[in-house]
C-alpha cells in the first residue's frame, strides 16, 4: 500500500508541475492524485509526513476567522460557498508529505520548462495573430444592435469556440439553435473582455452574412496568456517561477557547474520575464524586477554577473513598456488609462466601506450581490485588485493581520532556508531556495495591487512552494544536527 501510494503521489507531482503554469483543472487533479496517493500511504502504516512549522498558527487562525466571516457575511449562502477555495491551504500540509528535496528540485525544473514551453505558444500567437479584427460593423446587424463591438475591436470565441475568420462566425451562427444567446470573447481597446454577445433568430440565421462584419484578418494586438485565456494569472506564475530559474542559475554558476546549466537556467529567466513582458502587466513586471534584485542582494555574485542580471532586468521592463503602449489603451503606460481609473476608484470604494464593518468584513463575494449599494463605480462586479484591501474589506481587519503575521513567517522560513543551504555543495538545494525567496517577494510585491492571493492557481503554486521551503530546511537542520 506505501509503494502504491507513493506511485501515485509521484504521479501526481509531475502532473501538477506540468499543469501548474497552464490550467487550475490540470493542477487540482494533479494535487488529488498526490492527497490520494498520501492518503494510500497512511493507511499503508506511513507517518503522516507532516512538520510542525511557525506558519500554521497564523494560517489556522486566518482560516477559522474567515469561516466567522462568511457565517456572518451579508450573503452567507455565497460566502460559505467560497470556504472551499479558502481551504486550499490544506494542500500545503499534504505537500510536505509528499516532496523530498530531490523531487522538488526536479519538479521546479519541470515546472520551468513548461512554463518556458508556454511562452513560446504565446509568443508564437502573437505573431500569427488571433481571432478576427473588425474593420467594419454594418449597420443594422445583430453584433451591432446588441453588443458594442465597433471598428478595431478583434472576436476571437463565439459560443466558448475559437474563430479566425468572418465565414467561421457566420457558421457558428447559423450552426446556433433558434433563440439561443451565443457569448462573444473579445479583444477591445487591448483588454480581453467577455460579452454576453447576441440571441440568434431564424431570420438571422437566413442572413447572407449573419455577422454583418468586414476583416482582413487576424489581430496581433492582445496580451499573451500562453495555453490559458487569464493573463493576469499567466504573468503572476511566471513572476514566481522566473525567480527560481535565476535561483538556480547563479547557485550553479557559484558552484562552477557545467556552463550549458547555468545557460539553461538563465536562458529561462530571460524567456519567462519576456512573458510576462508579453502580457502587458505593469505591475508583475514591477515584482519580477523585485524579486531578482531581492535575489540578487542575497546572492554572491561577481561585479560582471551584477551588471548582467541588472542590464536585463532594464531590457525587460523596456520591453514591456513597449508591449503595453503597443497592445493597450492609450495612457496605459503613465497609468492614466481606464482600467487603472477604474482600479483606482473600486480600491478607494472599499477602503472606505472597510470603516463601515472592520471585524469581519462585508462577507467573501457578497459585494457581487450589493454593488451599486455599496457605491462602487462601473456595471461589473470585480474585486478590488489587491490582496490586503481585498481581506480587509471581505473578512476584516483582523483577517488582514493574520495574513500578513502568515506571510512574514512564510518569508522568514524562506530566508532562513536559503542561509542554511548558502554555503552547501548542493546547487539544486541553494538554487531552490534562494529563488524561493525572489519569487516571495516578487509575490507579495504584486499584492499590494493585485487580488493574487485569491488566484487559485498562483495560490497553489504559494502553497507547493511553502511546503519545499519546510523540506528543505527540516532536511538542511537534521543533517547540521540542529
Known amino acids: 500500500m506505501r509503494r502504491a501510494g507513493a506511485a501515485v503521489s509521484l504521479v501526481g507531482l509531475v502532473a501538477h508541475a506540468v499543469a501548474a503554469p497552464h490550467s487550475i483543472a490540470g493542477a487540482w487533479i ?3 492524485l498526490v492527497t490520494l496517493g498520501w492518503l494510500l500511504a497512511l493507511l499503508g502504516g506511513a507517518r503522516t509526513g507532516v512538520r510542525g512549522t511557525r506558519l500554521d498558527l497564523p494560517l489556522w487562525l486566518l482560516f477559522n476567522w474567515t469561516i466567522l466571516s462568511a457565517i456572518l457575511s451579508y450573503e452567507p449562502r455565497i460566502s460559505l460557498a467560497k470556504l472551499a477555495l479558502a481551504s486550499n491551504f490544506l494542500i500545503f500540509y499534504v505537500l510536505q508529505a509528499a516532496l523530498t528535496r530531490r523531487a522538488a528540485v526536479l519538479l521546479a525544473a519541470l515546472m520551468i520548462l513548461s512554463a518556458s514551453a508556454g511562452v513560446l505558444w504565446g509568443a508564437g500567437e502573437i505573431a500569427i495573430g488571433r481571432g478576427v479584427l473588425v474593420e467594419e460593423v454594418r449597420a443594422g446587424s445583430a ?3 446588441e453588443t458594442p463591438l465597433r471598428a478595431g475591436d478583434a472576436v476571437w470565441r463565439v459560443g466558448g469556440r475559437r474563430v479566425s475568420t468572418v465565414e467561421e462566425i ?3 451562427i447559423r450552426e446556433a439553435t433558434a433563440g439561443e444567446r451565443l457569448p462573444l470573447s473579445v479583444i477591445t481597446r487591448g483588454e480581453h ?12 440565421k437566413r442572413d447572407t452574412s449573419p455577422s454583418g462584419l468586414v476583416s482582413r484578418g487576424p489581430t496581433r494586438r492582445f496580451r499573451a496568456s500562453g495555453w490559458t485565456r487569464h493573463y493576469e ?3 503572476e506564475l511566471l513572476q514566481i517561477i522566473a525567480q527560481l530559474a535565476l535561483g538556480f542559475a547563479l547557485a550553479a554558476h557559484a558552484r562552477s557547474r557545467p556552463r550549458r546549466l547555468v545557460l539553461i537556467a538563465a536562458t529561462a529567466f530571460a524567456l519567462l520575464g519576456m512573458g510576462i513582458a508579453l ?3 505593469r505591475t508583475v513586471l514591477v515584482a519580477y524586477t523585485f524579486g531578482a534584485f531581492v535575489i540578487l542582494v542575497r546572492a554572491s555574485l561577481g561585479r560582471r554577473t551584477r551588471l548582467a542580471l541588472v542590464g536585463w532586468l532594464a531590457a525587460a521592463v523596456a520591453a514591456g513598456a513597449l ?20 482600479r483606482a476608484q473600486v480600491a478607494r470604494t472599499a477602503v472606505e466601506r472597510v470603516a463601515v464593518h472592520p471585524f469581519f468584513g462585508h462577507g467573501m463575494d457578497a459585494v457581487k450581490r450589493h454593488w451599486h449599494e455599496w457605491g462602487f463605480p462601473g456595471t461589473d462586479a470585480v474585486h478590488t485588485h489587491s490582496t490586503p484591501i481585498q481581506l480587509a474589506f471581505d473578512r476584516g481587519i483582523p483577517a488582514l493581520i493574520l495574513w500578513l503575521w502568515a506571510m512574514a513567517a512564510l518569508w522568514t522560513m524562506a530566508a532562513r532556508a536559503e542561509r542554511m543551504w548558502r554555503d552547501a555543495d548542493d546547487a539544486g538545494a541553494h538554487g531552490l531556495t534562494l529563488g524561493a525567496t525572489g519569487a516571495l517577494a516578487g509575490f507579495l510585491a504584486s499584492s499590494v495591487v493585485n487580488y493574487n492571493f485569491g488566484d487559485s492557481e498562483v495560490a497553489l503554486l504559494l502553497w507547493w512552494l511553502a511546503a519545499s521551503i519546510v523540506v528543505f530546511s527540516k532536511d538542511r537542520s537534521q543533517e547540521s544536527g540542529v
Request: hydrophobic share 50%.
Open 30 to 32: 494533479g494535487l488529488s
Open 233 to 235: 494569472t499567466f504573468a
Open 170 to 172: 457566420d457558421a457558428r
Open 323 to 342: 508591449a503595453v503602449w503597443a497592445t493597450r489603451a492609450g495612457g496605459a503606460l503613465m497609468f492614466q488609462d481606464d482600467s487603472a481609473t477604474l
Open 279 to 281: 502580457t502587458a502587466m
Open 193 to 204: 473582455a467577455e460579452w454576453p454577445g447576441l440571441v440568434v433568430t431564424e431570420e438571422l
Open 143 to 145: 453584433l451591432s444592435s
